[in-house]
T-cell receptor
Framework: AQSVAQPEDQVNVAEGNPLTVKCTYSVSGNPYLFWYVQYPNRGLQFLLKYITGDNLVKGSYGFEAEFNKSQTSFHLKKPSALVSDSALYFCAVRDGLGDTGRRALTFGSGTRLQVQP | DSGVTQTPKHLITATGQRVTLRCSPRSGDLSVYWYQQSLDQGLQFLIQYYNGEERAKGNILERFSAQQFPDLHSELNLSSLELGDSALYFC??????????FGPGTRLTVL
């Protein structure tokens, strides 16, 4: 079974400082990894994904994520945080094995990012 | 705007009742997924349909069922509702390869 851990319920950072939101995963085979963001009373918005290739993935709104196979991690990063980045962030994984039609995502518990002005 | 639409936006009902949630996927997406988001369970996968056929099942209760119609829209039916079924229900769609795009969700309140 696949699983995702987001060890921090909340991350606080000052505007302009770099931010990191942590994610570790467990999956059979090669992982397909995703980050989504959820603003209040909104659905989940896709930020970025890792399927294969370069370990540093660039996504929307200046976010990037680093895939580390040996540490089974996929941390979300941004060089300079904005107040508008304050939201709930979800890491998700699915395995790349088997029936290509089965693509259900397993989500982490979410990390609330608070960026202070 | 992800291109995935869900109706209704809010639903308030009583225990024991039955409701239907509707989802229209992005144009061209054949896969539809249903997820439940609650405070105690987090975001959980319920069920996936691909081109009208059930493809994967997650933590979906027997009281819940879903279907995908020939025009690819999907409905999630929740019956014999309990207080604990109160949650946000999301629909997502995806092409054969690629990320899932989520709708705005339906907030279900069971009183």
């Amino acid at each position: 079974a696949q699983s995702v851990a987001q060890p921090e319920d909340q991350v606080n950072v000052a505007e302009g400082n770099p931010l990191t939101v942590k994610c570790t995963y467990s999956v059979s085979g090669n992982p397909y990894l995703f980050w989504y963001v959820q603003y209040p009373n909104r659905g989940l918005q896709f930020l970025l994904k890792y399927i294969t290739g370069d370990n540093l993935v660039k996504g929307s709104y200046g976010f990037e994520a680093e895939f580390n196979k040996s540490q089974t991690s996929f941390h979300l990063k941004k060089p300079s945080a904005l107040v508008s980045d304050s939201a709930l962030y979800f890491c998700a994984v699915r395995d790349g094995l088997g029936d290509t039609g089965r693509r259900a995502l397993t989500f982490g518990s979410g990390t609330r990012l608070q960026v202070q002005p | 705007d992800s291109g995935v639409t869900q109706t209704p936006k809010h639903l308030i009902t009583a225990t024991g009742q039955r409701v239907t949630l509707r989802c229209s996927p992005r144009s061209g997406d054949l896969s539809v997924y249903w997820y439940q988001q609650s405070l105690d369970q987090g975001l959980q996968f319920l069920i996936q349909y691909y081109n009208g056929e059930e493809r994967a099942k997650g933590n979906i209760l027997e009281r819940f069922s879903a279907q995908q119609f020939p025009d690819l829209h999907s409905e999630l039916n929740l019956s014999s509702l309990e207080l604990g079924d109160s949650a946000l229900y999301f629909c997502a769609s995806s092409p054969l390869v690629g990320e899932q795009f989520f709708g705005p969700g339906t907030r279900l309140t069971v009183l």
